[in-house]
């Protein structure tokens, strides 16, 4: 038996999670910090793909959102599939890399939900 969960994606919580590296004035994470911060980033990512493919699916042959939203999701996998260098700067690099990946995708989910 599967269960899944019908709840939508909690956009606030992943919003916050991208804002801990985005906003101008934020506070550089330890390594270990990032870490966990790239874990949520991924896992994130992991949940809203789903959501986005849903949204997307709704939508007509010739909606131009739909495809750009597919577009990203193919962006996102690909994400997904690499791993951040060696060290704080590249691992907050990569954290950055997620984070503006999760963000668009959120752009999409809000955007193809209306």
Same mark, same amino acid.
């Given at each position: 038996?599967?269960?899944?969960?019908?709840?939508?994606?909690?956009?606030? /919580?992943?919003?916050?999670?991208?804002?801990?590296?985005?906003? !101008?004035?934020?506070?550089?994470? /330890?390594? *270990? !910090?990032?870490?966990?911060?790239?874990?949520?980033?991924?896992? =994130?990512?992991? &949940? &809203?793909?789903?959501?986005?493919?849903?949204? +997307?699916?709704?939508?007509?042959?010739?909606?131009?959102?739909?495809?750009? #939203?597919? #577009?990203?999701?193919?962006? +996102?996998?690909?994400?997904?599939?690499?791993?951040?260098?060696?060290?704080?700067?590249? *691992?907050? +690099? =990569?954290?950055?890399?997620? $984070?503006?990946?999760?963000?668009?995708?959120?752009?999409?989910? !809000? $955007?193809? $939900?209306?």
């Amino acid at each position: 038996m599967t269960v899944t969960d019908e709840r939508p994606p909690d956009v606030a /919580t992943m919003r916050e999670c991208t804002s801990r590296l985005l906003l !101008e004035d934020a506070e550089l994470p /330890t390594f *270990g !910090e990032m870490q966990v911060l790239t874990l949520r980033l991924r896992g =994130h990512i992991m &949940l &809203l793909i789903p959501e986005v493919e849903k949204a +997307a699916e709704l939508r007509g042959v010739d909606d131009i959102p739909k495809y750009c #939203a597919l #577009a990203c999701i193919g962006e +996102a996998r690909t994400k997904l599939g690499l791993t951040a260098g060696f060290g704080l700067p590249a *691992g907050i +690099a =990569h954290a950055k890399r997620l $984070s503006r990946c999760l963000n668009a995708l959120l752009d999409h989910y !809000e $955007s193809l $939900s209306r």
